[in-house]
């Protein structure tokens, strides 16, 4: 574990240390704090997760959210407040983000592009000072809707799933972007409910060096179901539109899509991860004008979470009599209510540089682009297959 903690920088161990309430971290040196993070960290390990117990090891995940505790406490300055104050003058209370007076919510970051938590960790117990901000509606929300309060609760649920439930292993987040703007263009699966949309932003957020927010673009269903579209506006997620899109790029922002659309969505288990044809090549163009590079990410795991036996014409007419702009032709037939926990993998690939910004993309090199992508996916989830053992 000390060579572990020797890796992180002395304000990563300071938020480790202010984290188990450790005295005097404030005037440690390095080795200290190292020391003093270690004896703490195996002091507050349940019983269970000792070696020595010879029962049971710890918790999946455990490791990876400790460093995303660490990673993200850096982020901001726990020894001051945020300077911010309503006409009222009721104080913010919140930490500010380091080198900066204000917190997240109230001009510290911009918060449509990177996800800092408010509190400086995600957790239940931050959610009173959440609530407050949020009933008080003392920030502001973006122009497509991003509420910073709700995205941070909606985020620490998810990890639930992304941890301990599908226990996503995410690499090759060296090819994401830090800075300006990119398009993630990822396979699609799920049948049922956009998982994969879900992985692909809490893998960023979480284990990214920075953790930024991948706006990830949903068709119409997605924003017109009662409650669901709420949040998922809420939550940072944008309509598939050219408006929505070109509005994420030309602020530099990241960009999730999916290409295959329906189509993808809707596969059944025997054409699970054959990759549907990638449309018309729209996130293309729009990569194009905007100049941003195309990240391929290929994601394993969200075809079998609910696998769909066959798929429907008639189920498909009865979802457009409810929702009559929905663009859906079949809809799949799955049977199991309850996700099953296949463990999944996501892989971040080489970045394509799609050259200077242009209002008048090449239809054919938007074409040879678009394939290139669907065949660099198509070729990662080939080779994770072949070496899976098991989907759980």
């Not at 920030?139 to 599908?166: K, Q, R, S, T």
């Not at 579209?229 to 530099?252: I, P």
């Not at 242009?358 to 994770?384: F, G, I, N, Y």
């Amino acid at each position: 574990m000390e060579e572990i903690l020797k890796r992180l920088s002395v304000q990563e161990l300071r938020s480790l240390a202010r984290a188990l309430d450790i005295p005097g971290r404030s005037s440690m040196r390095k080795s200290e704090l190292v020391n003093s993070v270690a004896s703490g960290l195996k002091a507050s390990e349940p019983r269970s997760s000792r070696p020595t117990d010879g029962i049971r090891g710890p918790r999946p995940g455990e490791d990876r959210r400790r460093a995303t505790r660490a990673r993200l406490g850096s982020l901001v300055d726990q020894d001051r407040i945020c300077s911010f104050a309503t006409i009222e003058g009721f104080a913010c209370g919140l930490p500010p983000v380091r080198d900066h007076d204000r917190c997240a919510l109230h001009g510290g970051t911009n918060s449509s592009n990177l996800a800092i938590p408010a509190a400086g960790a995600l957790g239940f117990d931050t959610w009173p000072a959440l609530i407050r901000h949020l009933q008080m509606a003392s920030y502001d929300i973006d122009a497509l809707g991003l509420d910073p309060v709700v995205a941070e609760m909606l985020w620490h649920i998810g990890n639930y799933l992304y941890f301990d439930y599908f226990r996503v292993d995410a690499r090759g987040l060296e090819n994401v972007p830090m800075e300006g703007a990119a398009v993630l263009a990822s396979n699609h699966g799920g049948a049922a409910l956009p998982y994969d949309a879900m992985m692909l932003q809490l893998a960023v957020t979480n284990e990214a060096r920075l953790p930024r927010r991948v706006r990830v673009i949903g068709t119409e269903i997605f924003n017109m179901v009662p409650t669901y579209s709420h949040l998922y506006r809420k939550s940072g997620a944008a309509y598939a539109a050219k408006e929505d899109a070109m509005w994420v790029l030309e602020n530099g922002q990241l960009l999730g899509v999916f290409p295959e659309g329906v189509q993808g969505f809707q596969k059944t288990g025997s054409e699970a991860y054959r990759l549907q044809r990638f449309g018309r090549g729209g996130f293309v163009k729009m990569a194009m004008r905007s100049g941003a590079p195309i990240v391929p990410v290929a994601i394993l795991g969200s075809e079998e979470v609910h696998p769909a036996l066959f798929t429907s014409k008639r189920l498909a007419q009865l979802v457009r009599m409810v929702f009559p702009q929905q663009r859906v032709d079949e809809m799949a037939v799955w049977l199991n209510p309850i996700p099953l926990p296949v463990k999944w993998q996501i892989r971040f690939l080489e970045p394509i540089d799609v050259g200077p910004a242009t209002d008048r993309p090449d239809r054919l090199t938007v074409l040879e682009t678009a394939e290139q992508v669907r065949s660099m996916v198509q070729d990662a989830l080939d080779t994770m297959l072949a070496e899976r053992k098991t989907i759980f």
